[in-house]
């Protein structure tokens, strides 16, 4: 009997992503995050001696790639809906680049999203993105675990799970990438306090989108407790505290016959063997 496809478990609530962004928007959004990222994807895009004439932007927050529209007039740009959908609507083999700023680490089905865009390439089309990932928050998710820990006697979901870079590559592979690269930018931002943290993550649409999120107001006496241990443990001397973003960029293209190819097993001209024993003998 042929089994039924399981549906991933919904971590994030993509609607209130969505309503988040938004409001983002309206209050004036912080933008550094993305404004580093847009400048990195143009100089990594023009390094691809190449031009893109079916180009798609996925789900990048805002006007965060705007710059690289003026270079790319045709780049479709998919926004976020109300719902927050993850099915895309690409025909297969329409496009030869899509990119993507800032938007994956909010996707439930991160599997099925890369394969939708890998179809949705031509041969030899290009996936570009970043999204957050890795350690990214550490020290406020530290913070907050052992506040509620000390003052509430357990701990609450309040930092998004984030990916690494291991995960990354190797999703990559499974939906069908050809010639997969992920690495890491570390960005290290340092504040007077965790709640000036706090109101930036607010203003880049970006707070805690958790299905499972707590749902009543944080006490004040666990936020003030949260701020006390951030200093202690994350603060320089100065007195401002650190705070790390890790970016992974993800890179691959559709397969095509003119890309490099691995060797197959056993075809090598040469064993390590013998070169050891050569190296050996002089």
């Not at 990195?40 to 023009?46: G, H, I, P, T």
């Not at 496009?95 to 909010?106: G, P, R």
């Not at 407790?225 to 951030?230: F, G, Q, T």
Request: proline fraction near 6%.
């Amino acid at each position: 009997m042929a089994q039924t496809p399981q549906t991933p478990p919904a971590l994030f609530d993509r609607a209130l992503l969505h309503a988040r962004q938004r409001r983002a928007q309206a209050q004036g959004a912080v933008s550094f995050l993305l404004d580093r990222v847009a400048e990195d994807m143009s100089d990594r895009l023009a390094a691809v001696m190449r031009e893109f004439h079916a180009p798609a932007d996925l789900w990048t927050p805002g006007e965060g790639l705007a710059a690289l529209r003026a270079r790319l007039p045709s780049l479709q740009r998919i926004a976020l809906g109300e719902t927050g959908e993850e099915k895309l609507p690409f025909t297969p083999d329409s496009l030869d680049l899509v990119v993507s700023a800032l938007a994956l680490q909010f996707v439930n089905d991160l599997p099925g999203v890369l394969a939708q865009v890998r179809r949705a390439l031509k041969p030899d089309g290009l996936l570009l993105a970043a999204m957050i990932g890795g350690d990214s928050l550490t020290e406020l998710r530290q913070a907050f675990a052992a506040a509620e820990a000390e003052c509430e006697g357990g701990v609450s979901p309040r930092v998004v799970p984030f990916a690494d870079l291991r995960d990354i590559g190797a999703l990559l592979q499974r939906a069908g990438f050809a010639l997969p690269v992920t690495d890491v930018d570390r960005v290290v931002v340092r504040y007077a306090n965790a709640f000036v943290l706090m109101q930036d993550i607010r203003r880049m649409g970006a707070a805690n989108v958790l299905i499972e999120r707590r749902r009543t107001p944080s006490r004040r006496a666990t936020l003030l407790r949260m701020a006390e241990i951030y200093a202690e443990r994350f603060a320089d001397a100065d007195g401002r505290i650190r705070a790390t973003f890790d970016i992974i960029w993800l890179s691959g293209w559709a397969p095509h016959a003119s890309q490099q190819q691995p060797l197959k097993p056993g075809s090598a001209k040469a064993s390590l063997a013998e070169a050891v024993k050569k190296a050996g003998e002089s």
